[in-house]
């Protein structure tokens, strides 16, 4: 089946440090990304939406300036989180799909603590 | 705004029961809605994809069904299994995905 790798797993850093997650689908070509934040016992809400070679569309409240996602190939999306801070700190999950009408993959996660 | 709602929040069973997970959402404008089982601390695995057009979606002891009409949406799992522990989350899309907040399953040896 469709595999999503995201990495690193897991990051632990320094407040004031910008960290970037890589999102990457191994057998298919993703037209479209989708980068999502997890609190603790809450469901998993969308931060953005990336076509590849166009901007990526954030959802309400997301600060584009600070989670910097680029999309420049048809298998690989990053997001960076620039001078993170400990509110931050969360899991973040990346999911790819080839076309609108095939289902969404994802990635493994990222659990994301800064300090 | 979409919301997605699933019932109940947890549930606990025996081995080898047969069980059913419930999801609601308010606005049946959808293109399609899916299945995911997400394990502590890990990503989402994909379950079932039902496409609007669909009424329900089967694979191996899971069947998933969708009413569209009334916004409700079910996963049937049979014959449940200990290694069937695990949240389980749907998700409607219409413009974008909404999850609901997911079940907490149990299954008890």
């Known amino acids: 089946g469709a595999v999503v790798s995201q990495h690193p797993s897991r990051v632990i850093c320094k407040s004031g440090t910008s960290v970037k997650i890589e999102c990457r689908s191994l057998d298919f070509q993703a037209t479209t990304m989708f980068w999502y934040r997890q609190f603790p016992k809450q469901s998993l809400m969308l931060m953005a939406t990336?076509?590849?070679?166009?901007?990526?569309?954030?959802e309400q409240g997301v600060e584009k300036d600070k989670f910097l996602i680029n999309h420049a190939s048809l298998t690989l999306s990053t997001l960076t989180v620039t001078s993170a801070h400990p509110e931050d700190s969360s899991f973040y999950i990346c999911?790819?799909?080839?076309?609108?009408?095939?289902?969404?993959?994802f990635g493994d996660g990222t659990r994301l603590s800064i300090l | 705004k979409q919301e997605v709602t699933q019932i109940p929040a947890a549930l606990s069973v025996p081995e080898g029961e047969n069980l059913v997970l419930n999801c609601s959402f308010t606005?049946?404008?959808?293109?399609?809605l899916q299945w995911f089982r997400q394990d502590p601390g890990k990503g989402l695995t994909s379950l079932l994809l039902i496409q609007s057009s669909q009424r329900e979606q089967t694979s191996g002891r899971l069947n998933a069904s969708l009413d569209k009409s009334s916004g409700r949406s079910t996963l049937y799992i049979a014959a449940s299994q200990p290694g069937d522990s695990a949240t389980y989350l749907c998700a409607v899309f219409g413009n974008q995905f909404y999850f609901g907040t997911g079940t907490s399953l149990t299954v008890i040896p």
């Open positions: 990336s076509n590849e070679g166009s901007k990526a569309t954030y």
């Open positions: 606005d049946s404008a959808i293109y399609n």
């Open positions: 999911s790819a799909r080839e076309s609108s009408n095939q289902p969404q993959h």
